[in-house]
C-alpha cells in the first residue's frame, strides 16, 4: 500500500466523511446511494412492485433503499405491535419488508435495507382506524388526561395539516414510539432503521397537556409559554433528544451493527457557522437539533432533505449553501445530502448530485447521497426509466452521476469500535420514573452528567471501555453502582 492510500485510511478510519469517492480501497468506490420509496405510492406493496424496485435501483448502480414500512401508526410487514395498515394496494397477507429484504440480500449486488418508520404522525385520514388497537384510537382524540398523547398546537388544536401527531414532550408516547423500532431490528435482518418526522410541527406546536405539566415542574414556572419562548423552545428540543436517544441505544443493543439514520429538516437559507446554525429552520422552527446528534452519536448517518429547486436561484443557493455546512461537520458518523428529484428536471437533479459528490472547499465529503423520490423522479412527468438511465450514463447537457457501481462506506465505528455505550432507567424507591433527574457517569478524573427523559432513561454514547461508576449527584450520600462498559456494546444499567 502506498503511502498516501496509508494515510488516506487513517484518515477514514477517525472521519468517514473524508473517504474519497473514487479512492476507497476496494474494487468498486464507496458512496451511499439510496432512493427512498414512500408508502403513498406503490412501489413495494406486491412481489411484483418489490422485483421492479429493485431491479431499477441496481439498474441505477446505487446501493440502498429506504422504504416506510410504517406509514401513519400502522404496518406494512407481519411480525409488528401495531396493526397492519389499511392501504387496499398491500397484497393480502403479504409481508412487504421480508420479501424485500429475502430478495435485497439474496441477489448480486446485494442491496441495503433501511426500514423507514414515520416516527410522531400516527394517523391522517377524518375516519378513525378499524382496529381498536391502534394508537389512534387509544391515545388519540378521545383519550383522557395522561393517555392523551396527541401535540397540541398553542390555539388547542391537535391536527396538523391532514396528521395527528405524537407529542415527544409525553413519555409514554416517546416509549412507545421507540419501542416500534425496536421491534423491527428484533424481528428482521434489516441494514438499518430510518426515522422521519422526529420533531415538532412547527415553533407553536408541543403543548400536550402532560408536556405543559412537565416543563412548569422542571422549571418552576405557572404560566403558558409563548412558542418564541427560548426555555421552552430548548426545553422541547431536549424531547427530541430523548426520543433519537432512547431509539439509538435500544436498537444497537438489539444488534449493534444495524444503522440509525434520520431524515432531518434542512428547510430555507444554510448556515455558515454555529450561530447561523442555531438559528436556522430545523433549531428554531422544528425543535430538530441533528447537528448536535451527530456530534453526540445517537445517529449513524443523518439524511437531511435538501429539497430545493434547481432552476429557482434563491433555492439553488440555499441547496449549495447546506451541503457545504454538510461536508463541514464530519464528526465521527455519516452525513449525506438528500436532492428533491419531484422539484426538480432530469438535469437539475444530475446537478445537484454532482455537487453534492463534490469535496467541500476543505477537502471533506459527504457520505453519498438519498433520492427522494422512488414514485416521482422529476417535475417533468418523464418515466422513471429516464432519470435511471441518465444517472449511469448522463445526458446530452450532463455527464453520469452514477457511472458505475459502488460499495456503501463501511462504518468503522460499528465495524472496528473503539468505545462502547451505555444506558439505563432510574426510579425512586416507590418503582416511579424520575423525571429530569442528573445521573453522572464517573470513571477515574472523568465526569459525564446526563439527564433522564420523563420515563427515566438515560444514556451515553461512545465511552472509553472499563467500570464505569453511575451516581446521582442529588443523593446524599451519593448512591453509586458500577457497570462494565466494552467496545462496541450497550451496557445496561440496572
Not at 398553542?154 to 412507545?176: E, K, Q
Request: charged share 25%; aromatic share 10%.
Amino acid at each position: 500500500m502506498r503511502t498516501g492510500s496509508i494515510l488516506l485510511l487513517s484518515l477514514a478510519l477517525v472521519y468517514p466523511s473524508l473517504i474519497p469517492v473514487e479512492a476507497s480501497g476496494g474494487d468498486r468506490p464507496e458512496e451511499f446511494r439510496a432512493f427512498w420509496v414512500d408508502a403513498f405510492h406503490d412501489g413495494f406493496k406486491t412481489p411484483e412492485q418489490v422485483d421492479r424496485l429493485l431491479e431499477d435501483v441496481r439498474r441505477a448502480n446505487a446501493n440502498a433503499v429506504i422504504v416506510q414500512v410504517r406509514r401513519r401508526g400502522d404496518a406494512y410487514f407481519g411480525r409488528a405491535l401495531e396493526p397492519r395498515t389499511e392501504d387496499p394496494a398491500l397484497d393480502p397477507g403479504f409481508d412487504a419488508l421480508q420479501d424485500l429484504i429475502d430478495k435485497a440480500h439474496g441477489a448480486e449486488p446485494r442491496m441495503e435495507v433501511h426500514a423507514w418508520l414515520a416516527t410522531l404522525p400516527i394517523w391522517n385520514s377524518a375516519t378513525p382506524p378499524r382496529s381498536p388497537y391502534h394508537v389512534f384510537n387509544r391515545h388519540g382524540p378521545s383519550a383522557q388526561e395522561r393517555d392523551y398523547w396527541l401535540m397540541e398546537r398553542v390555539d388547542g388544536a391537535n391536527r396538523s395539516g391532514a396528521d395527528f401527531v405524537l407529542d415527544p414532550g409525553h413519555p409514554d408516547a416517546v416509549d412507545y414510539t421507540a419501542d416500534q423500532y425496536v421491534n423491527v431490528v428484533r424481528q428482521y435482518p434489516v441494514d438499518g432503521i430510518h426515522l422521519d418526522l422526529v420533531r415538532y410541527m412547527g415553533p407553536d406546536w408541543g403543548y400536550n397537556p402532560t408536556s405543559l405539566q412537565r416543563f412548569q415542574s422542571q422549571t418552576g414556572r405557572i404560566d403558558r409559554p409563548d412558542p418564541t419562548d427560548e426555555e421552552w423552545k430548548e426545553w422541547r428540543r431536549r424531547q427530541v433528544d430523548h426520543l433519537m436517544r432512547q431509539v439509538y441505544l435500544r436498537s444497537i443493543a438489539v444488534r449493534p451493527d444495524v444503522k440509525v439514520s434520520a431524515a432531518v429538516i434542512a428547510w430555507g437559507a444554510g448556515p455558515a457557522d454555529e450561530e447561523e446554525y442555531r438559528q436556522s429552520a430545523p433549531m428554531q422552527q422544528v425543535m430538530q437539533d441533528w447537528d448536535g446528534w451527530l456530534a453526540e452519536g445517537t445517529i449513524d448517518l443523518a439524511l437531511p432533505m435538501n429539497y430545493d429547486r434547481e432552476h429557482v436561484p434563491d433555492q439553488r443557493r440555499w441547496y449549495d449553501q447546506w451541503i457545504s455546512w454538510q461536508k463541514d461537520r464530519p464528526y465521527e458518523r455519516h452525513l449525506a445530502a438528500g436532492p428533491a428529484l419531484y422539484l426538480n428536471s432530469i438535469d437539475g437533479s444530475l446537478a445537484q448530485i454532482a455537487r453534492a459528490q463534490a469535496p467541500s472547499d476543505t477537502g471533506n465529503r459527504l457520505t453519498g447521497v438519498s433520492l427522494y423520490s422512488y414514485a416521482v423522479t422529476n417535475m417533468d412527468g418523464e418515466p422513471r426509466e429516464a432519470l435511471l438511465g441518465a444517472l449511469t450514463k448522463g445526458t446530452d447537457h450532463h455527464p453520469p452521476v452514477f457511472a458505475e457501481a459502488a460499495a456503501v462506506p463501511a462504518i468503522p465505528w460499528k465495524e472496528q469500535p473503539q468505545r462502547g455505550h451505555l444506558m439505563g432507567r432510574v426510579r425512586d424507591a416507590s418503582g416511579t420514573p424520575l423525571d429530569g433527574a442528573v445521573v453522572e457517569l464517573k470513571r477515574g478524573k472523568e465526569r459525564i452528567q446526563v439527564v433522564t427523559d420523563g420515563n427515566g432513561f438515560f444514556g451515553k454514547t461512545d465511552l472509553v471501555p472499563g467500570w464505569w461508576q453511575v451516581r446521582f449527584p442529588q443523593d446524599k450520600p451519593h448512591v453509586s453502582k458500577p457497570v462494565k462498559v466494552e467496545a462496541g456494546q450497550v451496557a445496561e444499567w440496572k
